[in-house]
């Protein structure tokens, strides 16, 4: 048997082994990804394949010809695509293999990812505790040891969150580095497919493939893409790094500012240089992103109706009850909430006093990082204000479910790259993430920098459930 095709059998069995514990896995593609092993053996193209028998598993929200892609929703029952994202075009050109859809908050809206119609994923450290979300399934599947890498998506911190509360590195890149052709639309002028990977490594080698101007999405820009590889390991002596001071207060959990704090430390000792730096708006970040982001949702959502595709109710003779049924029963309660508030920022009387002005502070958000650039490389701050907290604990307090984005969702609002990097551990050895936030185009500097610390200070300690 072939080196590749052993290789994504085991990877294929821990897939499956796992998935009964964890639930990060829709659907386990065995017999593509076999198939698709011997194909990838057999290619002439080696050479040219950088990321040549690699599993990947991908986000059921980004399109797959011949897999599902249901968004962790019901009304788009088991929809399978006729055509790929261009990411995932570029991951099979590329060589890499898809070994299976991940588990989401529906529709990418959620921090915990117990809003899938499919239930919820489950924490490797700890499996009474979420993994983050909304991407927490793809986020897990590299945690737990099944694939090196995974695809996610962001739209105001669903892969740095999730990463951050399983111990591994995630990715947003700059809005209109990767295209969005093929995933399906929250918000689109936040959204972005986002990587994780157990190391900075991982994230650069897919990043190197994905990335690029698309004709298929005219948001992304022709920006050279940089041999992300080739930036990892560089000394990082003079890279200055922006603290917000002011974002270490109320509501940040002692342990992961201490670990926080300890990492700035580290970054000292390796050279960096720690300058002060202020992001006076960023305490509206949160009211601004759900503002804007339900706006988009309810309008890009309206699609869902039980008339071209997907879930439709049977039981009615009447086109207006039919569209009513179909997303009443279609549609789980926290993508209904969402639809509900943007409906009503985008009504008649209230679109001055929301949506405008969301809009408005959004442009003194960027403003505030162009700012702090100009005195720093990166601003570091924590990812989350907590670690992974229990299944259930904030199903009923959506406000504080919402909070678990107050460090994430301004660089969406910015549409500027960060990744988050694990820094310790809790006192329960639940593992915590800093956050590392750049420049428009600089993912090499957040990489370099989250290598180099990686390399130095490792998460030494694996989740309880890791496959071997």
């Not at 009474?128 to 909304?134: A, C, D, F, L, T």
């Not at 890498?149 to 892969?159: D, F, H, Q, R, W």
């Amino acid at each position: 048997m072939s080196e590749i095709k052993s290789n994504i059998e085991k990877t294929l069995d821990n897939a499956e082994k796992l998935n009964g514990e964890l639930n990060s896995f829709l659907s386990i593609e065995k017999n593509y990804a076999l198939k698709r092993a011997e194909e990838v053996e057999n290619s002439s193209a080696e050479e040219q394949q950088s990321l040549r028998g690699k599993a990947i598993a991908v986000k059921d929200n980004i399109c797959t010809t011949g897999m599902q892609t249901t968004c962790g929703s019901r009304i788009l029952g088991n929809y399978q695509p006729q055509y790929d994202a261009t990411a995932v075009t570029k991951l099979k050109e590329a060589g890499a293999i898809i070994v299976g859809k991940t588990n989401m908050d529906e529709f990418a809206m959620g921090s915990s990812n117990e809003n899938s119609a499919f239930g919820t994923v489950k924490n490797p450290w700890d499996t009474e505790k979420v993994p983050g979300g909304s991407s927490g399934g793809s986020a897990v599947a590299v945690a737990s040891g099944v694939v090196r890498a995974s695809l996610g998506s962001e739209t105001g911190g669903s892969v740095r969150q999730p990463a951050s509360f399983c111990g591994i590195v995630g990715l947003k890149s700059t809005y209109g580095r990767i295209s969005r052709f093929g995933l399906v639309a929250f918000a689109s002028s936040l959204d972005q497919i986002g990587i994780f990977g157990q190391k900075s490594k991982d994230v650069a080698e897919v990043l190197a493939v994905i990335s690029g101007r698309d004709k298929n999405d005219s948001t992304t820009a022709d920006v050279s893409v940089p041999d992300y590889s080739s930036e990892l390991d560089k000394d990082i002596s003079g890279k200055k790094l922006g603290i917000p001071r002011a974002l270490f207060g109320e509501g940040l959990d002692d342990e992961v500012r201490d670990s926080v704090e300890s990492a700035i430390a580290n970054y000292e000792k390796l050279g960096a240089e720690i300058v002060d730096v202020e992001l006076p708006h960023s305490k509206y970040s949160i009211a601004v992103y759900y503002i804007i982001a339900t706006a988009e949702a309810s309008s890009n959502l309206a699609r869902f109706d039980g008339v071209r595709y997907g879930f439709r109710v049977e039981d009615t003779h009447e086109l207006r009850k039919m569209y009513m049924k179909t997303r009443e029963e279609g549609f789980g309660a926290e993508v209904k909430r969402r639809i509900m508030l943007g409906t009503y920022v985008l009504s008649s009387g209230y679109y001055d006093a929301y949506y405008a002005k969301a809009q408005k502070v959004r442009t003194l958000l960027k403003q505030d990082f162009s700012k702090a650039f100009e005195k720093c490389d990166a601003v570091l701050t924590p990812t989350s204000p907590t670690t992974a907290f229990k299944i259930g604990e904030k199903s009923d307090d959506p406000l504080a479910m919402y909070l678990s984005d107050i460090y994430t969702a301004s660089a969406n609002l910015a549409s500027i790259p960060g990744i988050s990097v694990p820094c310790g551990l809790s006192s329960e050895k639940m593992p915590i993430g800093l956050q590392l936030v750049g420049k428009p185009w600089s993912e090499d500097t957040l990489l370099n920098l989250a290598s180099v610390y990686e390399n130095e200070y490792p998460l030494k300690e694996k989740p309880q459930i890791f496959a071997e």
